[in-house]
């Protein structure tokens, strides 16, 4: 059983400073939304709508309404229904990358262009690894159209891991298609909305506006009846105002903004609430993932999401390294701790190498280990008279050893993590076995535990159904772009 939340940055006073003001903004600045059948429904439901700009404005009164309407629990469902992603019901969950376009090699310091190889081999490593609950392609492959690209991974999503999975769609047209591939790996529509392998999610472009695309894709998941995540990446001092508070502000308010279209949409439908603000480096001008600010913001963003009562996701356990070292260790293990004991329910993404540089698989399956760490810190450990073991104590006596006692064996497996690969090793025997650090020992993991993996198949019928989508959706692209 997890520890219950314990880490906090907010006073409740703050977080509702913080959420009156998010309130405030969308009243009187509004959010703009380029989608007229969206824009009609918002009027309806009572929202102030400037067709000719685009503008919606939102009185308290239907935000916070619209956040009482939404679901707040929900379960992410395999192809294997027994592996499952639980939002909103005390659990934490960890997903592997849902892509990167670049792919990295840290022990020979290179980069390239990611293929399609490149992304099974990365979901087949996340199917096999013990705490990846949701399993991403890592890869974005460049040796396929890019048209379609999210409808081939979505494809190989399905095929090559029976847990729960996590995708990009880049428009509502394949957004379609991938929902039909989803459809054909769940048994039909209605067992995908009865059992969803994976959620919508929609990104807000800060300040305070949604991009038509996402709207798209926003639409085709909730006609599915799937739940969706909104999860804008407001940047401190430049999308974002330079103090983390008003930054948060933002953040909240565009998020707001996505619960009151998907509400109108489809009313009780399940959000999760992706708070996912960060810095840019002041030197440099680039996105930080790894800065310390990061880990107040996520653990600040869990306060305000949980308040108003949605499971959250949160970028924690990420570093502005570009490859597996002292300082990818340092910013990754302690945003990670802190997102962890905040309570979120969701932390992404794992297996990327520095801010957004490129996907690594050394670097997933360090990540791996990182989160089996945590998890053993958040399940905390049992005091009862059993666990206390006084009798035991007193029976052993002074100078005794307890290595041999029944009460050891009963109970060190429980109490004790086992780690894969971190080094508990003495001196010499690290030495003799070719001194290795880690990174070293994570390659040398990857293609071990890919081998020694087996996924069980789609079948037949299945994967002929699929591929006929994946054709349909390439020929159909290429017709668009020949017209």
């Not at 991938?178 to 990104?203: N, Q, S």
């Not at 480096?281 to 963003?301: D, H, N, R």
Request: with cysteine; proline share 6%; net charge negative.
């Amino acid at each position: 059983m997890a520890m219950p939340s314990c880490l906090q940055v907010l006073s409740p006073s703050e977080v509702e400073a913080i959420q009156s003001a998010s309130h405030r903004l969308l009243a009187i600045t509004g959010v703009k939304v380029p989608h007229a059948d969206i824009l009609d429904r918002l009027a309806d439901a009572g929202a102030e709508v400037d067709r000719a700009r685009q503008r919606v404005r939102f009185q308290e009164g239907l935000v916070l309404d619209s956040v009482a309407r939404a679901g707040k629990g929900y379960t992410l469902y395999g192809r294997d229904r027994q592996k499952q992603a639980r939002f909103g019901q005390g659990y934490s969950n960890f997903l592997s990358s849902a892509g990167q376009f670049a792919w990295v090699d840290p022990v020979a310091k290179t980069r390239r262009e990611p293929t399609v190889a490149d992304a099974v081999q990365a979901i087949h490593l996340g199917d096999a690894l013990s705490e990846i609950d949701i399993v991403g392609s890592m890869a974005i492959p460049t040796d396929v159209p890019p048209g379609v690209r999210d409808v081939v991974v979505n494809a190989l999503l399905v095929q090559h891991t029976t847990k729960p999975i996590a995708g990009w769609s880049f428009s509502g047209t394949t957004a379609r298609y991938v929902l039909d591939i989803l459809a054909v790996a769940a048994g039909g529509g209605d067992e995908l909305a009865r059992y969803p392998m994976c959620e919508g999610f929609v990104e807000p472009i800060s300040p305070l506006q949604f991009p038509p695309e996402g709207l798209d894709i926003l639409v085709e998941f909730v006609k599915a009846g799937l739940p969706v995540g909104f999860g804008p990446m407001v940047m401190a001092m430049a999308t974002g105002p330079a103090t983390l508070a008003g930054t948060l502000a933002l953040e909240n308010a565009e998020i707001l903004a996505g619960v009151v279209i998907a509400q109108v949409l489809n009313p009780g439908l399940p959000v999760t609430y992706w708070g996912i603000p960060h810095i840019i480096a002041p030197a440099t001008g680039l996105i930080s993932l790894g800065s310390a600010e990061q880990g107040l913001m996520a653990v600040a963003m869990t306060q305000i999401g949980k308040a108003y009562g949605f499971p959250v996701g949160i970028n924690v356990g990420l570093t502005d390294a570009k490859i597996p070292d002292a300082q990818a260790g340092l910013e990754k293990g302690m945003t990670l701790l802190m997102g962890a004991l905040a309570g979120a329910d969701i932390f992404g993404h794992m297996g990327i190498a520095g801010a957004d540089q490129g996907a690594s698989l050394p670097q997933l399956v360090i990540d791996n280990e990182m989160a089996a760490y945590v998890r053993r810190i958040t399940k905390g450990f049992e005091v009862n008279a059993e666990t206390l073991a006084v009798e035991v104590v007193e029976r052993v006596g002074i100078g005794g050893n307890f290595l041999a006692e029944p009460h050891t064996v009963a109970h060190f497996r429980r109490e004790v993590m086992f780690p894969k690969l971190l080094d508990r090793c003495d001196w010499d025997t690290w030495l003799t076995r070719g001194g290795q650090d880690m990174l070293a020992r994570a390659a040398a993991c990857v293609d071990g535990w890919v081998a020694g993996h087996q996924v069980k198949p789609l079948a037949e019928y299945q994967r002929r159904e699929i591929e006929t989508i994946v054709a349909d959706a390439t020929a159909r692209l290429a017709r668009e772009r020949g017209g």
